[in-house]
Structure formats: C-alpha cells, structure tokens
C-alpha cells in the first residue's frame, strides 16, 4: 500500500542495507541530508526497520538503497538513481559479489563438496544470499535437492551465526557485509573460512519513488556525486567503505533474472 503525503511533507532518505553500525550510517544521512538542503530538497533520514518492502514502495521516498534482486520481482514502480562503488575486496566499480562461507574445518573444500548438507541464506529473495548461491549450484551435474536442508537466516549476520554454532555448513555472504563485519565485528567471523565466490553482478541500487520528477533525480544523482567526491565528507563514505557513485538505469540488473532462469532451465528453481 503506498502512503499518501502532501506536497509539503519531508521526504525520506534512508541508507537500511548496510547498517552494520548505526553511527556510520547516520553520519551518512546527516551529510546527505545537508547536500540535498543545498541542492534545494528538504529530507528526513529514516530508519525502516524490518518492514523494508513497504519502506521502499513509499511515495514519499526520496531515496533509499535495496537490493537487485527486488528491484527486479517486486520493485517494478521504483526509480533506479544509481549505484555506489564499494572499496570492500570483491568489488569492481559498481559490481560486487557474494563469498561462499563454511566453517574453518571446511577450508579448502569447493562448492560440489557441500552437496548433502546444509545451506542458511538471509532471504529468498536475497541476490547475494540466495539468488547468487542458486546459480553457483545450478553449474554443478545434478544440482536440484542439492543441499539437504536450508534455513532462512533474516540477516546475513545471523547467517554467520548459524555457522558458528554449527547450524548451517555453507552460506553466501554480501562481501561489502563481510568486509564491514571483518573490521568492525570481527567475532562474527572466527572459525569462520570462505571457500568461494560468486561472478560479478550490479551492486545494490538506489532507488527513489515512482512519481519523484525527472529534474529532482538528476539533482539526487548530482548531489550523491557530491557526497563521494567532496572532502568534507570523505571520512564518512570511506567508514561506509564507499568510494564512488554512478548512475544505473534498471536494465543493469537484468543479469541477475537471467542467472534465475539459467539456474530454472538446468532444474534449480530454489534451493
């Protein structure tokens, strides 16, 4: 359901998919907030919990960040903006991939080595955890019932808990996540090996409502340029592991469906 509002309402910035630690993200929003008051648009960061699918959808939604996978399925009213460039290892411009996790014992092991055991995924309709880790699977002889069991986790983090506590064997981890967590939760990660990765795909979209003006989106692209490329606000992006922004058009992230039906056309709809 959309939420009306009123052409004087404050519009809502919010930067939910790598929220790891709150601080960073609201010193990111702050400086957003102040480039986009100079660009001449009034916005209020927001923080939307877990109830993300109608946070995105919401008409007063200047701009948010959700993941391709979505944005393909379910999005189909949204704006594309653009993409940030992550600094974490793994990514290439505004491309990054999964990391296939297992627990030290596993090091060294491949992917076809897990067959028979079990798979934690944050979400279905996740591209790093779960749309990522089918089409691994679907490249192997044999990949339907390829794991013997699989838990939706919630969180990627939560996933790596799971691990830990031997829960979970395998699981395919956001390596922007991976790498916020390495240096700022480090104990998330003990015991903890990765075994794999995935291809390159689009990184996470920014998005903005369906009836935001054309004008308005340029000036959004503008002003996100601004926040990776002014010096005042370069200690901010670089504790977010940002280092770029480019504009992307939803056509970008036609890959990711592509890798659902090549995993669909060798017999892997889920995993």
């Known amino acids: 359901m959309h939420t009306l509002v009123s052409h004087s309402a404050m519009s809502n910035i919010a930067l939910p998919m790598y929220d790891l630690c709150h601080p960073h993200t609201r010193a990111l929003l702050e400086a957003l907030q102040a480039i986009l008051a100079d660009h001449g648009l009034r916005a209020e960061p927001c923080w939307p919990g877990d109830d993300l699918l109608n946070h995105w959808q919401r008409d007063d939604l200047l701009l948010s960040q959700t ?141 903005t409502a369906r009836q935001t003006p054309a004008k308005t989106v340029v000036l959004l692209q503008s002003a996100l340029r601004q926040l990776v490329s002014d010096v005042r606000y370069q200690e901010r992006c670089a504790a977010a592991l940002i280092g770029g922004f480019s504009p992307v058009t939803r056509q970008a992230y036609v890959p990711l469906l592509q890798w659902r039906d090549e995993a669909a056309a060798r017999g892997v709809t889920q995993l």
Do not use: W
């Open 67 to 207: 993941c391709g996978y979505p944005l393909m399925t379910t999005l189909s009213g949204v704006q594309t903006v653009g993409c940030f460039h992550y600094l974490a290892p793994g990514c290439e411009g505004i491309h990054y991939r999964s990391l296939l996790v297992a627990r030290e014992a596993d090091r060294g092991k491949a992917l076809a080595d897990f067959r028979g055991r079990r798979a934690v995924c944050n979400a279905v309709d996740s591209q790093s955890g779960y749309n990522a880790l089918r089409y691994k699977v679907a490249q192997l002889p044999g990949a339907a019932h390829f794991f013997s069991h699989i838990t939706i986790s919630g969180s990627h983090r939560q996933s790596l808990v799971e691990l830990q506590q031997e829960k979970a064997d395998l699981a395919a981890i956001d390596c922007v996540t991976y790498a916020l967590l390495q240096r700022d939760q480090p104990a998330l990660l003990t015991g903890l090996a990765v075994i794999g990765q995935s291809p390159l795909s689009p990184g996470l979209p920014l998005i």
